[in-house]
């Protein structure tokens, strides 16, 4: 079965004047047109390609990766606002739509927005969505505590900005927890801090116990390493002052400190550190 919106590994199974023939074994066969053929292929090999429907809305692939996938966000930019919706620029030659009635707010031309990209149970087309608590499920979680997770940045709250979790869960950073510029679109590796009874996530972007000693020491000593061997930071320094040169909060910059300290790596003293 070719899947729509996806990477489908098919077999070659004839050259034409239009381009490749592939098949998936099943019967079904689907154009690989003349610009996306490969230099050098035989008949009967395999080759994986990313399926979509062309502007007369047939199925065809291309060797290009787009920039999202179904059952997938990401942060795509408007080419163009009709009277349908908005179009995504999503990489390939036909731009990806965005039903009004799929749009939080009215999208603008120009403008990156987060969306899902998700096959229409009606059209059975490839279209996308910017309302995306309506793909997000947090009733059932497949994250735990402390766990390592995939973020992209969604919103940004009163509270802190929103993330998406392993492409599945709602999770939130609060801000005084954000020792980095962060923007709509980011995508990060993140820590699950707490799942509370409602199951809401409080997500960190910096590992959690132990484990952040060692990315904190590593960090901290590359800075140095660049910097000649001596920075004009120590335990007494600011919090803003760290967080601004080495986006670590104070606890994970005493943390690195001290463990390059018990290293025999740095030297501590009143006007700064230095690489021994």
Same mark, same amino acid.
């Given at each position: 079965?070719?899947?729509?919106?996806?990477?489908?590994?098919?077999?070659?199974?004839?050259?034409?004047?239009?381009?490749?023939?592939?098949?998936?074994?099943?019967?079904?066969?689907? #154009?690989? =047109?003349?610009?996306?053929?490969?230099?050098?292929?035989?008949? &009967?090999?395999?080759?994986? $390609?990313? !399926? +979509? /429907? %062309?502007?007369?809305?047939?199925?065809?692939?291309?060797?290009?990766?787009?920039?999202?996938?179904?059952?997938?966000?990401?942060?795509?930019?408007?080419?163009?606002?009709?009277?349908?919706?908005?179009?995504?620029?999503?990489?390939?030659?036909?731009?990806? #739509?965005? =039903?009004?009635?799929?749009?939080?707010?009215?999208?603008?031309? &120009?403008?990156?927005?987060? $969306?899902? !990209? +998700? /096959? %229409?149970?009606?059209?059975?087309?490839?279209?996308?969505s910017n309302k995306l608590d309506k793909f997000i499920d947090n009733e059932v979680l497949t994250v735990n505590n402390w766990e390592e997770v995939d973020l992209i940045v969604t919103r940004l709250t009163?509270?802190?900005?929103?993330?998406?979790?392993?492409?599945?869960?709602?999770?939130?950073?609060?801000?005084?927890?954000?020792?980095?510029?962060?923007?709509?679109? %980011?995508?990060?590796?993140?820590?699950?801090?707490?799942?509370?009874?409602?199951?809401?996530?409080?997500?960190?972007?910096?590992?959690?116990?132990?484990?952040?000693?060692?990315?904190?020491?590593?960090?901290?000593?590359?800075?140095?390493?660049?910097?000649?061997?001596?920075?004009?930071?120590?335990?007494?320094?600011?919090?803003?002052?760290?967080?601004?040169?080495?986006?670590?909060?104070?606890?994970?910059?005493?943390?690195?400190?001290?463990?390059?300290?018990?290293?025999?790596?740095?030297?501590?003293?009143?006007?700064?550190?230095?690489?021994?």
């Amino acid at each position: 079965m070719i899947e729509l919106g996806n990477y489908n590994t098919l077999e070659i199974l004839r050259d034409t004047s239009v381009g490749l023939f592939l098949g998936d074994g099943e019967g079904t066969e689907v #154009l690989l =047109p003349n610009k996306y053929v490969p230099e050098i292929y035989e008949i &009967g090999d395999e080759i994986t $390609v990313f !399926c +979509y /429907l %062309d502007h007369e809305e047939r199925p065809v692939t291309t060797n290009i990766k787009p920039y999202i996938i179904r059952n997938t966000f990401n942060l795509l930019r408007v080419a163009e606002v009709n009277n349908i919706g908005a179009f995504m620029d999503w990489g390939l030659e036909k731009h990806l #739509l965005v =039903p009004f009635s799929e749009q939080r707010t009215k999208m603008q031309t &120009g403008q990156s927005y987060v $969306v899902y !990209c +998700y /096959l %229409d149970d009606k059209t059975q087309r490839l279209v996308a969505s910017n309302k995306l608590d309506k793909f997000i499920d947090n009733e059932v979680l497949t994250v735990n505590n402390w766990e390592e997770v995939d973020l992209i940045v969604t919103r940004l709250t009163d509270l802190g900005w929103e993330v998406i979790i392993n492409n599945k869960h709602k999770g939130l950073v609060y801000l005084n927890e954000i020792f980095k510029k962060l923007s709509v679109g %980011d995508q990060m590796k993140g820590y699950v801090k707490a799942i509370r009874e409602d199951n809401k996530i409080d997500v960190s972007l910096e590992p959690i116990g132990y484990k952040s000693v060692e990315p904190a020491a590593n960090l901290i000593y590359e800075h140095l390493t660049k910097a000649g061997g001596f920075l004009p930071f120590h335990d007494k320094s600011h919090p803003d002052d760290i967080k601004y040169a080495f986006e670590l909060s104070k606890k994970n910059f005493k943390k690195g400190i001290g463990t390059l300290y018990r290293e025999r790596k740095i030297d501590i003293k009143e006007d700064g550190i230095y690489l021994i």
